[in-house]
């Protein structure tokens, strides 16, 4: 045991006599006394975090406010500088990380914004034995604005000037889902209108839907005089004040096909002379709006060149003057092609009759000596004209012919048969008006006259009949 010792002895001696094993041992003693001190003596220091973020989530969080359905839409301050008083060995550790600022949400009713407490807080995952406050405690108040969160469905309005069809086509329509948008009561409400920008540029020729994406980012809320309400609400508004529900927007192109549709008229011309040129009206005739532009998303667009149109009443060619127009409704002659669109929106066109060159003249007085009663009843009426005349009789026609015709050439006739109060064989007997038809010799093709005339016809009936009827009666 004592050579033992002895060995031991001389080991720790030779040791000691060596520089670098004295150098080592100086600096286990120097950590030594060093941690001792700073740990007994003089424990604890401080650090200045700056920035610190307030939790606005975290400050409502299980409060009678978020019960109520309300949200911190955001503070005049949005982070604020502590101090931390910590045990020297770990205050290292202690970053912005493990805390964060809280708003008291006490007081969050009544006019906005309101005055709020802010408080210093350790995160959850902050386990260390600390002092934390705010490094100017003056400055401990926040304009807070507590609002009830409500949320309001809203029809999207596409507006996207690149988008276009080619020749041919056109866009019929810019479709896009409704959205629904949650944010601070008087916000939500204040939205009048939504509107969805598209900078996409695209002709599109053929007939058929496309899908078109768009993102968030190009939606704007309108207030109901059209501001931007992102413009006009507080500039410290967080960037989130709204929330939709959809993380992009689908928005339908609908393309249809166009096609100008020639308008062909069937007019019919009543009361027309064997002599007369009907031709000559008809060549005088034009519409208004010759042809319109349709639009549609069926095939059968394809094979419709024209669209026929007819009046509903015929014309008499007595009401042709050199003013003469005719209406033609649209809308009723496309109700046959309910596939088509009208996009000219022109719901009537009517005719024009061109009078160039024609001329017009009126005779005072043409005298019964003129008219001739046309009757195919004869046999079993006998008619008598009881007017004397016709007053102020008008001509229309071209300007060389005009000049020529006296009364002399004129005649008037009486047909019973296209009488209201004629037909089926019978008249009616007594005073009866009958329509006059004003001719003319057969040379003026051309010329008509202007104007509706009635003649006064007494009807009697025919006695020779009876007579007959009553020999046959007695024979019998």
């Known amino acids: 045991m004592k050579n033992i010792l002895n060995k031991v002895k001389l080991f720790v001696e030779r040791s000691l006599e060596r520089d670098s094993v004295l150098l080592v041992i100086s600096v286990l003693l120097a950590v030594f006394i060093w941690g001792y001190i700073t740990t007994q003596k003089w424990p604890d220091d401080h650090i200045f975090i700056n920035d610190v973020p307030v939790d606005f989530e975290a400050s409502i969080a299980g409060t009678p406010a978020e019960a109520e359905g309300y949200k911190i839409y955001d503070a005049d301050v949005q982070n604020a500088d502590i101090r931390v008083d910590a045990n020297r060995k770990y205050i290292g550790f202690l970053t912005k990380e493990k805390f964060y600022i809280k708003v008291s949400a006490d007081n969050y009713s009544g006019e906005q914004p309101v005055t709020a407490k ?20 003056s400055l401990n108040k926040a304009k807070v604005y507590f609002y009830k969160e409500i949320t309001k469905t809203l029809d999207v309005t ?8 080619a020749e041919g086509h056109k866009l019929k329509s810019l479709t896009c889902e409704s959205i629904s948008v949650t944010g601070p009561e008087p916000y939500v409400n204040m939205i009048s209108s939504c509107e969805l920008n598209i900078t996409q540029n695209v002709a599109y020729d053929t007939r058929r839907s496309f899908q078109v994406t768009a993102s968030l980012g190009n939606i704007t809320f309108l207030n109901e005089n ?11 508004m967080s960037k989130n004040q709204f929330t939709i529900n959809k993380s992009e ?13 020639d308008i062909q008229y069937s007019h019919i011309i009543t009361d027309v002379p064997d002599y007369f040129n009907r031709q000559f009206i008809l060549d005088r005739l034009s519409l208004s709006t010759p042809s319109i532009t349709v639009s549609s998303d069926d095939p059968s667009i394809d094979d419709i060149d024209s669209l026929p149109v007819s009046s509903d009443e015929s014309v008499s060619l007595s009401s042709i003057g050199k003013d003469f127009s005719a209406s033609f409704d649209l809308t009723k002659a496309l109700e046959s092609y309910p596939k088509l669109n009208n996009d000219s929106n022109v719901v009537s ?80 007997t007594g005073i009866n008006t009958y329509k006059a038809l004003v001719l003319l010799p057969s040379k003026y093709k ?31």
């Not at 059209?226 to 410290?236: F, Q, T, W």
């Not at 009635?454 to 007695?474: G, M, P």
Request: aromatic share 8%; charged share 25%; proline share 3%.
């Open 118 to 137: 802010l408080t210093v807080q350790k995160t959850d995952d902050n386990s260390y034995d600390c002092d934390y406050k705010l490094k100017e405690p």
């Open 158 to 165: 596409v507006k996207a000037p690149g988008i276009t069809a």
């Open 226 to 236: 059209g501001e931007d309400i992102n413009k006009i609400i507080r500039p410290y």
């Open 249 to 261: 927007l689908n928005v339908m192109v609908n393309i249809s096909s166009i096609k100008n549709l």
């Open 349 to 428: 066109t009517y005719l024009k009759f061109d009078s160039t060159g024609l001329a017009e003249k009126t005779f005072d007085s043409i005298d019964d000596s003129r008219f001739t009663i046309k009757n195919p009843y004869k046999s079993k009426y006998v008619a008598q004209h009881i007017t004397q005349r016709l007053d102020n009789v008008t001509i229309i026609g071209p300007a060389e012919d005009i000049e020529k015709i006296t009364a002399d050439n004129l005649t008037v006739e009486i047909d019973l048969s296209k009488s209201t109060v004629s037909g089926n064989g019978k008249l009616n």
């Open 446 to 476: 051309n010329v008509w006259a202007y104007g509706e005339y009635t003649v006064d016809v007494e009807i009697f009936e025919n006695e020779n009949q009876q007579t007959e009827v009553t020999t046959a009666s007695s024979d019998y």
